[in-house]
């Protein structure tokens, strides 16, 4: 390091130590498609990528970010509310000590899971327990930068978000090319993703995260691509829905007896499936006017699976609940971070945009 980096480094070590780094309170995110925000787009070999239009349509300049929306996560949302800067790609080759201590990062990756095995049919993703090893590549950067007591202090007051599950189900359980969808039942799946989950947000305590929201699983059975499933435009997949059900009840009580347990720790488990349920099940008192098809799609072509150049928009983009086969659109991330906070009691701090 020559000297310039190295007072840099210096200034910015004392800088956090004192609290005075921008922001104070940076973010650590992990998850999966839903808060992707370019991490697969540097995963070349992948075969989950929002590199193409019209992704990012609504999103500063219109072009593909690597988010899987026209527009926000919701972890975008939450973290605009609470005043949070956002935290780029771990990826990004712009990331150095000074933004990882001024924005945090985000590892979340698109068909990641709480589990290694699932959607390995996509060749490349990262895992929780990846984003987690990453993570801990991360720590022992900033302690090599800016010091052992900088970095604890960084990672001590930073704001944890894990949201991670339903690739779990939708790209390996419900799957019969994975060996999981035989060799369990629905209640032992379950059972073995929720110790997994555990597991991996002890190791994230030990760590020092000791701020942390899970985000809790949405009605799956209500995607697009579930319902094309089963020759329905219209019904949902009750069976993939009681799934979603009994990992929520199941993961919420790990939270809150983590939460309880573990030293300093405030967990929080951020549970909005009846809602989501609502919006699907009643679009208009919401906003929308269609919460069954994807706004981007090839015509009657389906399922496309991921909207490419080749795809037609809807009309209205706000006016729709889902973006593609899988996600939701900006407007329904909105309705849904804010309906997040409210739920946790999170003080909204901030305005946000669509950019």
Known sequence: MDRGRRSLAVALGLALLLGLAHGDMVQFIFGDSLSDV????YLTKSLARAALPWYGIDFGSGMPNGRFCNGRTVADIVGDKMGLPRPPAFLDPSVDETVIATRGLNYASGGGGILNETSSLFIQRFSLYKQIELFQGTQAFMRDKVGQAAADKLFGDAYYVVAMGANDFINNYLLPVYSDSWRYNGDSFVSYMVTTLEAQLRLLHELGARRLTFFGLGPMGCIPLQRLLQ????????????LALSFNKQAGAVIERLSSSLPNATFQFGDVYDYFQDIINRPYMHGFNNSHDPCCSLGKVRPTLTC??????????????????????????????????RRLNITVVANSTSS
């Open 38 to 41: 370019g991490n697969n787009n």
């Open 231 to 242: 020759r329905s435009s219209t019904a949902c997949q009750d069976s993939t829905n009681k």
């Open 308 to 341: 490419t150049p080749l795809s037609t928009l809807c009309k209205d983009r706000s006016k729709y609940v889902f973006w593609d086969e899988y996600h939701p659109t900006d407007r329904a991330n909105e309705l849904i971070a804010l309906e997040t906070l």
